[in-house]
């Protein structure tokens, strides 16, 4: 369901951001290929350290607009 959420908010022109998993890398591996507009960071929100780097990258910037949290995949 991210993914399509991630493809069609990147289709109608929002900057898009991933937060992954390193284990997960090779599944979003195609989405950003496809769509080298979509941006990632590893981001395990088991991580406190690559939870607050990824936050950290929108301090500077208007915010976040929309946030998908999804653990699921299929």
């Known amino acids: 369901i991210a ?3 991630a493809r069609r908010l990147s ?3 929002a900057q898009v951001t ?3 998993q390193q284990k997960f ?3 979003i591996r195609p989405l950003l290929q496809d769509h080298p ?3 990632a960071q590893r981001c395990d929100v ?3 350290d ?8 929108f301090e500077n910037t ?3 607009d929309i946030l998908v949290h999804s653990i699921a995949f299929g």
């Open 62 to 64: 208007s915010g976040i």
């Open 11 to 13: 289709q109608a022109g």
């Open 37 to 39: 507009q979509i941006q």
């Open 25 to 27: 890398y090779s599944r």
């Open 3 to 5: 993914w399509a959420i």
């Open 46 to 48: 088991l991580n406190p």
């Open 50 to 57: 690559e939870l607050q780097s990824f936050f950290k990258k």
């Open 18 to 20: 991933i937060g992954y």
